[in-house]
């Protein structure tokens, strides 16, 4: 595990680990497409996907976020797959960049809740907060919404 000492006495890992099986299907014996992913969060900049499917091989993405400005980030995603999955890749990057732009709509209009209530099935957004949290110190700036509209 990748950790970072803080401190003396505080150690934070900076390696977030995923593993999960997608299977597009129309019954439980038939099964159309299958692929599993392992995915690995160095921290809140730098992801990186790999991507296993039986039938077309396997493939990885990388993806990095630089703040610019407080709101503004720049998101590089590279995808990287052999030369003969590159019909199959460029859908997958359509797609991929669909679900991104509904992405930023939602983002724009979150709203942070600092004790939000979840389900069960949620307790894993509880635990990927507290992690994303060891990324913020006493002295980060929050966001703060002015009451009026003079800029």
Known sequence: MIGKQVGVQQKINILLKLNCVIILSCSTNLNFFKINVTGKQLGPSYVHLFLHSPIFGSFQIFQTITPVEPLLQKVVHRFYAPRLMAPIVKILICGESIM????????????????????????????????????????????????????
């Open 100 to 151: 991104f732009e509904r992405d930023m709509n939602i983002w724009d209009h979150k709203i942070y809740r600092g004790n939000p209530q979840l389900i069960v099935e949620d307790s894993s957004v509880k635990k990927f907060r507290k992690w994303y949290s060891n990324f913020y110190s006493v002295n980060s700036d929050g966001f703060n919404i002015s009451e009026t509209l003079q800029w």
